[in-house]
């Protein structure tokens, strides 16, 4: 969604209040105070609680390019940035058991081709074999071509199945290889595109800002439609040792490095899940008065405005009566701005963190 509502444009709108001092230039400093004002409004409107649908992302998308995490049996703890392997018990030998892995970063050669051979990273030690048939989502490429290495899905109505997998000849602790096919040239380079990094230039996941929601679907089911569930996105999650299908999921660490440590409660056992994580993207760093004010699209123009004239008002005396009026100003224009954009009835409702009989062995009251 394009913006083009400029920094530049609403430090002028907020000079024409007569209260404000000069916005740029002060002490010499090209674009200060207001480029430090206009990063502080992007964070009031993105990085509070609001949950705003022009800035979801929903990492696993069945229709386009997609890179969900994928589950492995009694593992709790994941690291993941964006892209994922995995095999299937209907897959290669019949001894396999179904897991998945995240696959390394693309700044650090997660996927390369040399000599007719396609080498895979992963951020973890995997539980691949050679044999297995193994398949790969959620890849980008500063060199060669998304589309010949990741996996392909259908579902034709009566069944899904996943395509263009590819057979495992080698592997290490934290890596696995195959034998490239058509379209995998030498000197390719590819991996998990990460959280907020920059790869080539370009940014292919949003910076981690909080996780709104979560659904995970059964990997070794092929049924029309898939087999999906949903689990509670919740802020923190301890260590736990119960296995059964996971309910829960928090990002517990973004490095900073674009990989995220999730973790699940309970732990995911046999049943292996694609996950979905539905987030909030983080504010980006505004370094431009020529830029714009995107992600925020320009029908919230009033909400910008208003939330730039607070943050000046901060700037030039916190404890005002003209501060506080204009914070107000700013919480009724949020409000509104919510009402517009989620104004269809949820889904999701009100209940309790755990149940009436709480079954966790920490709260039980009774004799061990």
């Known amino acids: 969604m394009a913006s083009t509502i400029t920094l530049q444009s609403i430090a002028n709108f907020c000079s024409t209040h007569s209260d404000l001092l000069p916005l740029t230039g002060v002490g010499g400093f090209t674009s200060e105070p207001f480029i430090s004002i206009a990063n502080d409004a992007m964070a009031e409107i993105i990085n509070n609680d609001q949950d705003w649908k022009w800035n979801t992302v929903e990492i696993c998308d069945l229709v386009q390019t997609f890179g969900p995490l994928i589950t492995s049996m009694n593992k709790q703890d994941y690291l993941f940035a964006g892209a994922s392997a995995f095999v299937l018990q209907v897959s290669g030998a019949s001894a396999v058991v179904s897991s998945g892995a995240a696959i390394d970063l693309i700044a650090n050669g997660g996927v390369t081709v040399a000599a007719g051979v396609v080498t895979v990273k992963t951020l973890e030690p995997h539980r691949f074999q050679v044999g297995n048939i193994v398949n790969l989502l959620g890849l980008v490429f500063t060199t060669g071509t998304a589309a010949n290495y990741n996996s392909s899905y259908s579902d034709n109505g009566n069944v899904t199945a996943w395509g263009t997998g590819y057979t495992i000849t080698a592997v290490t602790a934290k890596s696995f290889s195959f034998a490239a096919v058509a379209g995998q040239a030498n000197n390719d380079v590819g991996g998990a595109p990460g959280f907020g990094v920059s790869n080539g230039g370009t940014v292919q996941l949003g910076g981690m800002g909080w996780l709104s929601g979560c659904t995970m679907f059964e990997l070794n089911n092929n049924s029309s439609p898939p087999n999906w569930r949903q689990m509670k996105a919740v ?134």
Not at 255 to 277: C, E, H, M, S
Not at 313 to 329: D, G, H, I, V
Not at 337 to 354: F, M, R
């Open 235 to 368: 802020g923190y999650l301890s260590k736990w040792s119960r296995v059964s299908d996971p309910d829960k999921v928090a990002i517990v660490q973004d490095y900073g490095t674009g990989v995220l440590k999730v973790r699940f409660n309970q732990i995911p056992g046999g049943v292996i899940w694609a996950v979905n994580l539905v987030y909030q993207v983080a504010a980006p760093l505004l370094t431009n008065m020529a830029g714009t004010w995107a992600p925020i699209p320009d029908k919230y123009n009033d909400l910008i405005r208003q939330a730039a004239l607070y943050r000046c008002y901060r700037y030039l005396n916190p404890n005002s009566t003209a501060t506080q009026n204009e914070f107000k100003k700013l919480e009724q224009v949020l409000a509104k701005s919510q009402g517009t954009d989620n104004a269809e009835e949820s889904n999701v409702y009100l209940q309790p963190e755990n149940g009436l009989v709480d079954d966790y062995w920490p709260t039980y009251g009774g004799t061990f």
